[in-house]
């Protein structure tokens, strides 16, 4: 890509919009978006980690009482509540983990837009890109915490590598699915045009590795989720 005096100035831009957001992320600053601001931050993302803290002390399960300040019930699958906890993070750790997890996203965000801007080169593509990642949707999801961010980057970097590292893009895919089985579509972009069955076999196996533990859960899930 060549640093014409019109690029240069997209990547001042693109600069400016990670800072914006990560601002509003730092100093929970979302009047612009006109969010609906709870009475602790990153509340989704809350959810898990105080969920976290019952599964450490242990005999927690799905269809345990609510661990949410709000009380709200668990409708995620149980491999968040139990990678956080086996991490060691739990309620207490929320705005860090929901901090640093909200600027990686931001910068996954700016990234990908990024890379619209340098094969695209067009100021239209741009503004649609720029309209995009700053949008109420995209706020409240980073405001929120909300493990949908992670889930929808990891299509999209899925996609992005379908061609140029077909075994990145399988990773990211299989943990997409296995952490929410909305995307288990991926499988059949895949068997349909990667063409390759140890891909294709590895994506189906790691997902089922993961989603194996909340596949009796599903209907509890969806029920909660509604």
């Not at 709200?72 to 750790?93: C, E, H, K, T, V």
Request: net charge positive; hydrophobic share 55%.
């Amino acid at each position: 890509m060549r640093f014409t005096p019109r690029n240069i100035v997209l990547f001042l831009s693109v600069g400016l919009i990670a800072g914006f957001l990560i601002t509003s992320l730092v100093f929970n600053e979302w009047s612009w978006a006109r969010l609906p601001l709870m009475d602790q931050t990153f509340g989704d993302l809350r959810l898990v980690t105080s969920t976290a803290d019952c599964v450490r002390a242990g005999g927690w399960a799905m269809d345990s009482p609510s661990c949410d300040p709000w009380g709200r019930l668990y409708n995620y699958p149980p491999i968040w509540a139990q990678s956080f906890a086996f991490l060691g993070l739990g309620a207490n750790d929320t705005n860090v983990v929901g901090l640093i997890s909200g600027v990686v996203l931001t910068l996954i965000l700016i990234w990908l837009l990024i890379l619209a801007v340098c094969r695209n080169c067009t100021v239209q593509s741009f503004i649609i890109a720029t309209l995009t990642i700053v949008s109420p949707p995209v706020a409240l999801m980073l405001e929120r915490g909300n493990t949908e961010g992670w889930i929808v980057t990891l299509v999209v970097l899925s996609a992005a590598t379908f061609v140029r590292s077909p075994m990145f893009s399988v990773a990211s895919a299989s943990l997409a699915i296995g952490l929410k089985l909305s995307p288990a579509l991926i499988v059949w972009h895949y068997i349909r045009h990667l063409r390759n069955w140890p891909y294709s076999a590895l994506l189906v196996w790691v997902s089922l590795v993961l989603l194996i533990p909340a596949l009796p859960f599903l209907s509890m899930i969806a029920e909660r989720t509604m």
